[in-house]
């Protein structure tokens, strides 16, 4: 089976400006979650999506995150406007019917 | 609560070693453990779980050691290899969750050829 696609790979911004992660899963997964991975540290969740519907975005920074999972396949991840914390990996998961979650390669997002 | 703490944060082994990483919670609801192997420009990837009802689980050259008593889960690789060279993420999911998974702070892995 294809993995989960995530673009762009890498991603050079100026603090203030937008940017937006793309995401397609693995086709039938139900459940899509994005996680931050700060350098150094492990994956944090930032929101979970089941199919189209948000199941938990209680750590998503709602003033300058934003996601979206329409008609529940691809995702987009969105930061407007950036700060410098926001530097980090993104990455993208989906997960099926078992309990593993597969992972994407991650946008690395370099915010200056 | 829903912390796991991951220990040593790099560790250097000789190929054909043994590299042992520890992992510790706190909230007893956790109910799945599993470990991810994440190399450099790449996502985590599964790499061994296991469930509280048993003490060990062994995969090839990994091994999960898991004490419920102590909410204590330890990675073994035996006979390490330069390619196990990589970071490692222990990681839990709550009992009944939406399948979240919390993941330690990583454990950078250099085995030396």
């Known amino acids: 089976e294809a993995g989960v696609a995530q673009s762009p790979r890498y991603k050079i911004i100026e603090k203030r400006q937008s940017v937006a992660f793309w995401c397609n899963p693995i086709?039938?997964?139900?459940?899509l979650y994005w996680y931050q991975q700060i350098l150094g540290q492990g994956p944090k969740l930032l929101i979970q999506f089941q199919n189209n519907g948000v199941v938990d975005d209680s750590q998503l920074p709602k003033d300058r995150f934003s996601a979206e999972r329409l008609k529940g396949v691809d995702s987009t991840l969105k930061i407007q406007p950036a700060k410098l914390e926001d530097s980090a990996v993104y990455l993208c998961a989906s997960s099926g019917r078992s309990y593993g979650y597969t992972f994407g390669s991650g946008t690395r997002l370099t915010v200056v | 609560q829903q912390q796991v703490k991951q220990s040593p944060q790099s560790l250097i082994v000789q190929k054909g070693g043994i590299s042992i990483i520890n992992c510790a919670y706190e909230?007893?609801?956790?109910?799945?453990f599993p470990w991810y192997q994440q190399f450099p420009g790449k996502g985590p990837a599964l790499l061994i779980a296991?469930?509280?009802?048993?003490s060990e689980k062994k995969e090839g050259r990994f091994t999960i050691s898991f004490n419920k008593s102590a909410k204590q889960f330890s990675l073994h690789i035996m006979d390490s290899q330069p390619g196990d060279s990589a970071t490692y993420f222990c990681?839990?999911?709550?009992?009944?969750?939406?399948?979240?998974?919390?993941f330690g702070s990583g454990t950078q892995l250099t085995v030396l050829p």
């Open positions: 086709s039938g997964h139900a459940t």
């Open positions: 990681a839990a999911r709550i009992s009944g969750s939406a399948r979240q998974l919390t």
């Open positions: 909230n007893t609801a956790f109910d799945y």
């Open positions: 296991i469930r509280p009802d048993v």
